[in-house]
């Protein structure tokens, strides 16, 4: 009987952990159209700010360290909220 108390509480606690989820992003392609150079007080470092724009014209802002290289037009893969 124990051990039978035992299995259901395993398969109840085990099934409570698992839900079926929708996925809430679209993937879309942005083109990168302008480059920035940001310098931060926190971390005292220089960062690019990437600005990417979609076919919808909304903006995405990425940071990324100076040694990566991007050029104005590059095309990337980019998550949009639905």
């Known amino acids: 009987?124990?051990?039978?108390?035992?299995?259901l509480l395993?398969?109840?606690v085990l099934a409570s952990c698992y839900s079926?989820?929708?996925i809430q992003v679209d993937i879309v392609s942005a083109q990168l159209v302008h480059i920035d150079?940001?310098?931060h007080y926190v971390n005292e470092k220089s960062q690019q700010v990437l600005t990417w724009?979609?076919?919808e014209n909304i903006e995405y802002i990425?940071?990324?360290p100076l040694q990566a290289s991007?050029?104005?037009g590059t095309?990337?893969?980019v998550l949009r909220k639905r």
Do not use: G, Q
């Open 1 to 7: 009987m124990k051990t039978m108390i035992v299995l």
């Open 10 to 12: 395993a398969v109840e």
């Open 20 to 22: 079926p989820r929708e």
């Open 37 to 39: 150079t940001v310098f």
């Open 53 to 55: 724009r979609d076919n």
């Open 62 to 64: 990425s940071y990324v």
């Open 70 to 72: 991007y050029t104005v």
């Open 75 to 77: 095309r990337m893969a």
